[in-house]
């Protein structure tokens, strides 16, 4: 028996993944989701750590408008979730036509917030999910699951919009995604939509409230995040998301 099978994610979020390749996802259910695996006791203080991001310097459009750090995680369907030793993001062009096809070395992720119980217990209900739209034969086959978690800020600056998906609709190019607000603070739009192979729209939605989180089957569905544009051009205007992608290790 899998030890993600002790304790299960809800069964509408694995039917709405299995059936549509995404859900959307609100704040105070989101809460309810995450709460069996684990301590959500530091959040805030888990969330203030987007205030320490590092500039992105690797945008090929020279734009200035988005932070971010980034860490490796292992693990397989049990047992430990082990960060990994630091090391660079890498897309092909497939995926990510503006940034991709080179290695890009990212601020880490600090120690405190890697470690922080709100990570750790989202990591672990990723992977409950996650494992469970995998086949058995897969998950009890010696699933190992690359994790990839990228704290971001996407500012808009005055004057100028910021960009929360530069490359526009995209997969990433991994097996499943979780996008989960963090905070934003004097932003208009940013809405997400969700495109079959086909190019039409399945969904859109706006992740507006902390917590609101849209989890998305990669290998299904395309996903793009519409610009943000401070609502009053005098103050902070920002967007925060964390991003979870995991990605079976062979």
Known sequence: M???????????????????????????????ALEPFGSLDDLSAFA??????????????????????????????????ERQPHQPHY?????NPLNGGVARWFAPITADAGDAHALRTILEFSRALFTRLVPVEVAQGGLRW???????????????????TPEGMH??????VLVLLVNRTNIASGTTSI?????????????????DAALVNDARVAHGVTP???IDPGRPAYRDVLVVTFKHDE
């Open 2 to 32: 899998l030890a993600s099978t002790a304790i299960l994610p809800d069964r509408g979020l694995v039917e709405s993944l299995s059936q549509e390749g995404f859900v959307f996802v609100r704040g105070d259910a989101m809460r309810r």
């Open 48 to 81: 203030a750590s987007w205030d320490d991001l590092e500039l992105d310097r690797h945008m090929a459009d020279g734009g200035r408008y988005r932070r971010r750090r980034h860490a490796v995680f292992a693990a397989g369907v049990d047992g430990v979730i």
């Open 91 to 95: 897309q092909t062009l497939d995926y």
């Open 146 to 164: 690359k994790i990839e978690v990228h704290q971001f800020r996407i500012e808009a600056q005055p004057g100028s919009v910021g960009l929360p």
């Open 171 to 176: 997969r990433d190019g991994v097996d499943f």
């Open 195 to 211: 495109h079959g192979p086909d190019g039409r729209e399945r969904g859109r939605f706006t992740l507006a409230h902390p917590l």
């Open 228 to 230: 943000v544009q401070a």
